[in-house]
């Protein structure tokens, strides 16, 4: 069963800086693209970044493209999620999420998901 772990969040004043980890069991990063999204209350999934597991290209889409960068660290088994200049509108929780396929476009649905770990952008 593949499981992915998050971690790095918490509370955060504007302008600052995050570093999110996904980590990894029973899977391998050549093998999965690894995607990071976000929800707040109120609103809609939102996909943020993608790594593939093929050539390790990297996408980012949305609001945070240009402050939001994904990368991995293969002997580490896992993917971050570096997150700079963070406004309050960026408080959700992040997720991050495998498949054989980068999935952040709308209409699709990756494999596996983790459980999340929030992120607060507050004074």
């Known amino acids: 069963q593949v499981q992915l772990v998050e971690s790095g969040g918490g509370l955060v004043q504007p302008g600052g800086s995050l570093n999110l980890s996904c980590t990894g069991s029973n899977f391998k990063l050549d093998y999965y693209a690894i995607a990071w999204f976000r929800q707040a209350p109120g609103r809609e999934r939102e996909g943020l970044a993608c790594?593939?597991?093929?050539?390790?290209?990297?996408y980012g889409v949305g609001s945070t493209k240009g402050r939001f960068t994904i990368s991995r660290d293969n002997e580490k088994n896992t993917v971050y999620l570096q997150m700079n200049s963070l406004k309050p509108e960026d408080t959700a929780i992040y997720y991050c999420?495998?498949?054989?396929?980068?999935?952040?476009?709308?209409?699709?649905?990756?494999?596996?998901w983790g459980k999340g770990t929030l992120v607060t952008v507050s004074s």
């Open positions: 999420a495998a498949d054989p396929l980068c999935g952040i476009w709308p209409g699709y649905a990756m494999e596996y």
């Open positions: 790594i593939s597991g093929a050539d390790g290209k990297t």
